[in-house]
């Protein structure tokens, strides 16, 4: 089929297929790349999340539950407010009514909780071990499967360092009653300053981070094929200008003198017309029309010498026609018998003269 074809679309559909190659390749390559950028950025963001809850802790502690602490002791109702995590809770929900952090869940997965929702679970505490065992490490992002769904997680350790927050996690004598009453005295005490009690960790289903990817890799595919179908256009356009229009009189000439449509004064102007910008180009183009050009002239030179041998040879013909004609009547019977009747008339005469 490709043998078939004009040059125009053979070079069109091998450059597609050149083309469709790279692109599948650059975007198995790109898509990797993408997957691993839109893990870091996830990985990121919740590392600020989470600074930004430790934050939120901190004032909730130092700021809003010293004013609400009277309150607390007086009045019989528990106020959340005054709990640090409370707060942290609520603005992360917060945050997730926006439409790019629906998908975050946040978890304090501590080895020791208060709230024993809060406690971690296996994998969590492996997590935990490995931050006490490398005090350097800051962060461990990946995939984990929970309850048959793929999660991307993002954690990091956490401590206390601020003393003032050891006043509900040290003892149950330093806690206040109304913590007491509601916690019991049992969990989330003898946490020490410093010391790694679990991980922050940010879950995100898994399906999110390959959606981001996806998103990303289709939109620089789209871009790449877009410049690709530019570029074959182009390249389509410029073949068809510089290559195939000049070869087009040339064909064209040759198809016409083969065909013996056309005479050696028409090719003469055809040539005049159409060949003569080719003829002038310094290219390899150049170089054929300028051979095509003799050839042309050659042919047609050929031809008028052709003409002028055969009609020399005509005339011969016609003059040893002429001859043989006169040496036929010659040798016929009726001319030699004229010849002996004028022979006899001949001596007929001779004697009677004399
Ligand atoms: C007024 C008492 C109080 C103070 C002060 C306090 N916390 Fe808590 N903290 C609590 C209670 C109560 C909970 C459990 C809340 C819940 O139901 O999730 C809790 C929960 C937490 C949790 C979640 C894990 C768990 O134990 O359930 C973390 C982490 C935490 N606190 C850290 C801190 C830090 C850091 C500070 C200091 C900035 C601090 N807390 C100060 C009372 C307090």
């Given at each position: ?6 040059l ?6 091998l450059l597609?297929l050149?083309?469709?190659g790279a692109?599948a ?5 790109l898509?990797?790349a993408?997957e691993?950028?839109a893990?870091?950025?996830i990985a990121?963001?919740?590392q600020?999340?989470a ?27 528990f ?7 409370f707060?942290?809770?609520?603005v992360?929900e ?10 975050f ?8 909780p ?10 969590e505490?492996?997590l ?6 490398d ?9 984990r499967?929970?309850?048959?769904e793929?999660?991307f997680?993002s ?5 206390i360092k601020?003393a003032t ?9 330093a806690?206040?009653?109304?913590h007491?009453?509601?916690?019991g005295?049992?969990?989330g ?6 010391e790694?009690?679990?991980?922050q960790?940010i ?6 981070v390959f ?7 289709l939109l620089?595919?789209?871009?790449f ?5 530019l ?14 229009q000049?070869?087009?009189p ?5 198809q ?5 449509e056309?005479?050696?004064?028409e090719a ?13 180009r310094?290219?390899?183009l150049g170089q054929?029309?300028?051979?095509f050009q003799r050839?042309?002239?050659e ?6 010498q052709?003409k002028?041998?055969l009609?020399?040879l005509?005339?011969e ?7 043989r004609?006169?040496a036929e ?21 001779e004697s009677?003269?004399e």
């Open positions: 089929m490709l043998n078939q074809s004009k125009a679309t053979k070079f069109t559909l597609s050149v083309f469709i692109i390749l650059s975007g198995f390559a898509s990797h993408l691993q950028k893990e870091g950025e990121y963001r919740s600020i999340l600074e930004t809850m430790n934050s939120v802790r901190a004032f909730t502690n130092t700021r809003v539950s010293p004013l609400l602490m009277p309150m607390v002791e007086t009045q019989p109702t106020i959340p407010e005054t709990i640090p995590s707060t942290v809770r609520e992360f917060n945050l997730r009514k926006n439409e790019e952090y629906k998908d869940f946040y978890k304090d997965a501590l080895l020791n208060t709230n024993l929702r809060d406690k971690a679970d296996v994998f505490t492996d935990t071990k490995q931050f006490q065992s005090p350097k490490l800051k962060n461990i992002s990946g995939f499967d929970s309850v048959g793929k999660l997680y954690a990091r350790p956490f401590s601020n927050c050891l006043r509900c996690h040290s003892t149950p004598e806690a206040p009653k109304s007491l009453a509601s916690y005295s049992e969990n005490f003898n946490w020490k300053l410093n790694v009690l679990g991980s960790v879950y995100v289903p898994a399906s999110k959606d981001d990817a996806n998103r990303a890799s620089i595919i789209g871009i094929v877009g410049i690709f179908a570029v074959i256009l182009l390249i389509n356009y410029l073949l068809k200008r510089n290559v195939l000049p070869i087009k040339m064909a064209q000439l040759a016409k003198i083969s065909m013996n056309i005479s050696a004064e003469a102007e055809f040539e005049h017309e159409k060949l003569a910008p080719i003829v002038k310094n290219d390899e054929l029309g300028r051979v050839m042309v002239q042919i047609y030179a050929r031809e008028q052709l002028q041998q009609q020399k005509r005339l013909i016609d003059d040893s026609k002429r001859a004609q006169v009547i010659a040798e016929s019977e009726s001319f030699q018998k004229l010849q002996e009747e004028a022979k006899a008339m001949r001596s007929k005469r009677a003269t």
